[in-house]
């Protein structure tokens, strides 16, 4: 019994570290400050906006047996280009370069100054080689020597912020025209729910490597995604909770890292400065080991190419493109990503009906819904559709069409 327990806790642990990136240190203060006195309401729809989606996507991959077998509800070839467009703007086109440019422009320059990004972004993705090129051993490496120093961390920042926090939290002050609409807006925007897709690839093969299967393989993947659940939830909260804190201090202009650095050097002085630049460097390693795996493995079966040979050609391309800087790399893949969620959120939830839509015609055509109302969106059109400000502009047409496919399946079958 203990053996299965342990395994539970790092996969868990893992999995925590591979959603918490350096954005979710920065991201739940600012929204603590936006929804003043409601900081917690503003925390509740947050959560669920992003770790309830993305654990919901977990889940649907439970089911299904596979991140294949969920998404080719839409079709063999259109799950294969939606894959690969999550992949790679998840990926080497995004997510992974931006980790390396984040730790560089979070976490060491501030510290010790100018350093050349070229000899940082190879150092970097030198050390997320070493770490993916054994792929049994990504799981490992992140959840028993790497997640217990970033939530050791961040558990000591949080304790401090509690024991002698930085202002009173305000009694009636909210600076957000919604708490439920901004907290559901910052959680649907973080994406997560497509970092799940990938993860769902990694994950699982872990527990099987741990030697699992069939359904005892389920409980334990099931297991950790509540240990990775219960976490992000202690650490979303305590961050929110300092940041609400910091209210009679500041307003919206202020920029979210520098909210962060105020917080750090409130609490621990300069010094704290350091233990700020060993979060946020954790937190981007254990992500950009965790997707640099994942996109390895999605695109060494798809290529026929081995799993080494991909991680080198991800952490190769990811080292390059990580010296366009930030800005840059939000701007290209960003808009692409505003495209491809929509749809596969669309699958996710709609994974959980199977029973009701045995042909999966209604599926097909809410994602197809989706993802033409996200792309006209994204280009500028329809911005008045119920929804649009939170983002969600795509769910009423998603919903009219997979109504309209539901009818077209059951005619086919009568």
């Known amino acids: 019994m203990r053996k299965p327990v342990f395994d539970i806790c790092v996969i868990g642990f893992a999995l925590f570290s591979m959603f918490f990136g350096a954005g979710n240190v920065i991201f739940p203060p600012y929204l603590g400050l936006g929804c003043g006195s409601s900081w917690f309401a503003g925390f509740a729809w ?13 889940f649907a991959i439970l089911r299904c047996g596979s991140t294949d077998k969920l998404m080719e509800r839409i079709g063999a070839v259109p799950a294969k280009i939606l894959l690969t467009a999550i992949t790679l703007c998840i990926g080497p086109m995004l997510a992974i370069p931006r980790t390396a440019a984040t730790t560089h422009e979070m976490a060491l320059t501030p510290l010790v100054g100018n350093v050349s990004p070229v000899l940082f972004s190879v150092l970097f993705f030198a050390l997320i ?5 054994k792929q049994s051993a990504v799981v490992d490496i992140v959840g028993k020597l790497l997640t217990p120093a970033l939530l050791l961390g961040l558990l000591v920042l949080i304790v401090l912020g509690l024991l002698d926090p930085m202002g009173p939290l305000p009694t009636d ?11 559901i807006e910052a959680g649907y925007q973080t994406m997560d729910v497509l970092a799940a897709i990938l993860f769902g690839i990694i994950i699982p093969k872990s527990a099987e490597d741990k030697g699992y299967s069939g359904k005892k393989k389920v409980s334990v993947v099931a297991g950790a995604s509540l240990v990775a659940g219960g976490a992000l939830m202690a650490v979303y909260l305590g961050l929110t909770y300092l940041g609400a804190t910091t209210s ?4 919206l202009s202020v920029q979210r890292s520098a909210l962060m650095v105020a917080i750090v050097e409130d609490l621990m002085g300069k010094s704290g400065l350091w233990l700020f ?3 946020v460097a954790l937190a981007c390693i254990t992500t950009a080991a965790a997707l640099v795996s994942s996109s390895a493995d999605f695109f060494s079966s798809l290529l026929k190419v081995s799993y080494q040979k991909m991680v080198l050609v991800m952490c190769v391309f990811s080292a390059v493109a990580a010296n366009f800087g930030l800005d840059t790399i939000v701007s290209i893949a960003a808009p692409i990503l505003n495209i491809v969620y929509p749809p596969t959120l669309v699958v996710v939830c709609m994974s959980f009906l199977e029973k009701w839509l045995p042909d999966h015609m209604a599926v097909r055509c809410a994602a197809a819904g989706a993802l033409v109302v996200s792309a006209a969106q994204t280009a500028g059109l329809w911005m008045a559709l119920p929804l649009s400000a939170q983002g969600f502009g795509w769910l009423v047409p998603a919903a ?4 309209v496919g539901f009818v077209i399946g059951r005619c086919k079958r009568a």
């Open 46 to 58: 947050y959560y669920l906006a992003d770790i309830g989606l993305a654990l919901l996507a977990m």
């Open 129 to 133: 080689f070493a770490m993916c090129v």
């Open 400 to 403: 009219v069409c997979g109504l």
């Open 277 to 279: 630049a060993l979060i």
């Open 248 to 251: 009679d201090f500041f307003d």
């Open 173 to 183: 002050r909210v600076l957000v025209e919604s708490v439920a609409g901004t907290g």
